[in-house]
């Protein structure tokens, strides 16, 4: 499939798979990147420290390890770019809704 396809630039909901093959972990930060959206992404590997090095390049609201769609409700969620505004849940999600004196 080719980056420039509807599917690898949109959101696309619902019981949807598609893939994209890359060479190297640059090139797929490369490819995940390359959109306006960033509602999540997700990394699979056997190695730790590959995980950190992409998720600190990933440019989402949510990034899920080795999962998908698993969620702790104490953590804020919210999209990147124009996959959504602020964040829902968690302290960061509650806050704007406080006052503090």
Do not use: C
């Amino acid at each position: 499939m080719a980056q420039s396809y509807r599917i690898a630039q949109e959101e696309i909901f619902g019981p949807v798979l598609s893939v994209l093959t890359f060479r190297t972990p640059e090139e797929a930060l490369e490819k995940a990147n390359n959109t306006p959206y960033g509602l999540s992404a997700g990394v699979w590997t056997e190695k730790g420290s590959r995980i950190l090095w992409m998720a600190e390049r990933l440019r989402a609201g949510v990034i899920w390890a080795n999962t998908f769609n698993r969620f702790d409700p104490a953590s804020p969620f919210g999209g990147y770019k124009e996959s959504g505004f602020g964040r829902e849940g968690g302290r960061h999600g509650l806050e704007p809704y406080l006052r503090f004196e």
